[in-house]
């Protein structure tokens, strides 16, 4: 594939284009022009603004695993930041096959080590049965997003999991997270692959796990799920709990509306919630060799309420108009009332996903806005959800402060576009904090020429109160062939800008989610 851009000082830049462009087809072709160039390119759906996490900017074929001690630091790391930050994203072995999504490549997990003012960096692929196979052969064994039936023969019996979407610590691992796999453990501190396919012991209820579970605000047990849990493609949802120590607390089984991608859920005091969407898996497809996926864009939502302690006989299906939601900011009940807070739009927020009936993706359409989705619980009469928008700013990876993941929150974070740009296709890259209690946003600005990827809060202490703590993400440089830098702000002063930038003399890997764990939650060295 030729590129058209010949500035000549962005050789560098020009190549990882022609990488993405070439390996991930329609997507460099849709997204490719926002994503790796600057803003200029931009649709209103684009990246940052759009689904797109500005993460896929960093190239999809990096590979380079490596050790940066003692980080050049800008500012000064607070004495009372200590941890970990580890960041995972997709980065494919091999180039991906014509047809293929940016979503399928390997998993490469990076961890920002910060302790005492200083700052190291670690990255290292999620070596399990998949890569190790593939790496052995030499060629790609696994060539199509979530489609056994193209599988080499050698891998049958093999997990799939590319173990690329988040990353957790549970008990004294990290997990690498594929949801339609169990996951991946590796060790903490020195990002080794120790149980390549992690089933709890062989105590996980489900053939799947999702990439989003919740730690209990008041437990600290973990509430997960698996979709297409009894099988490729089954309607079964598993739902269940799992203490610190690795027992599991309790699950139950559901059924959904009809088998859609279902990649975050919600967990309150007293229920959970799932959301189906249509991006509803494509038998015909999969058949034809192509990916799990479509985007039906005349398919109906579902907004699933169960309760947390039942057999799942009790879930109530509330109905609703054609929408996208994928990851969840917060969720809370209020005297029965059942609130979920999303990032939405009206439409398929991936233009590398295929739409069905011949539709062409739409950019305007598919932009996501934080939105409130709630249903009365107390009312047996009603069987629709309501929605409200919250906030203008668009964007689609939203976090909070991760000690509040099953209780009423108040403030919620999200890599954005400054939303008052003269020109939005030029909107700078910004992170901002909104406070639901005043419904008002503060804005960070990066600058020209940066894109961030998903952003994250890590507290100042372990009883800091909502939101004391700092927000952590990693920048991307796009004058400086996509140099990585962690920037730290004060999440309660965003406006100040950077408390420290820690400077990597590299790109970092890609990054789809990342995840904060505290000195108090690590293992001694
Ligand atoms: C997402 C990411 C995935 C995936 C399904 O919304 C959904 C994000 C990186 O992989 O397989
Ligand atoms: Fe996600």
Redesign the pocket.
Known sequence: MTDKNNDKTSQHRFNRREILGGAIGIAGAAAGAGLIGNAQAQPPGGPGGGPIPDAFQTPSLFRLESDVRNCQVTGNIPDDLNGAFYRVG?DAQYPLRQGNIP?DGEGHVSMFRIKNGRADYKSRYVKNDRWKAQDEAGRILFPMYRNPSMDDPSVAGLSRSTA??HIINHKNYLLAL??DSPPAAMDLLTLETVEPNFTFGDKLPSQTFT?HPKVDSRTGNMVAFGYEATGFGSDDVSLFEFSPQGDLIWNAMVKVPYVG?L?DFAVTENYIVIYVIPMVIDHQQIQEGGIHWAWNDSGRTHFGVVRRDGDGSDMRWFTGPTRSA??VMGAFEDGGRVYVDVEMSESNPFPFMPMQEGKQWDPVRGTSYMTRLSADMNNRSISGYDIERLYEYRGALPRQDDRYNTASYRYGFLGTRDKDASNPRQANAGYIRMDHATRTTVFWDAGQGTSLAECCFAPKHDNAREGEGYLLGLATRQNEDGRGDLVILDAEHLEDGPVAVVHLPIQAVGQ?HGWWVPESQLPVA
């Open positions: 997709p979503f690329n979407t594929k949801e990439a991608m990649h994928t990851h789809v």
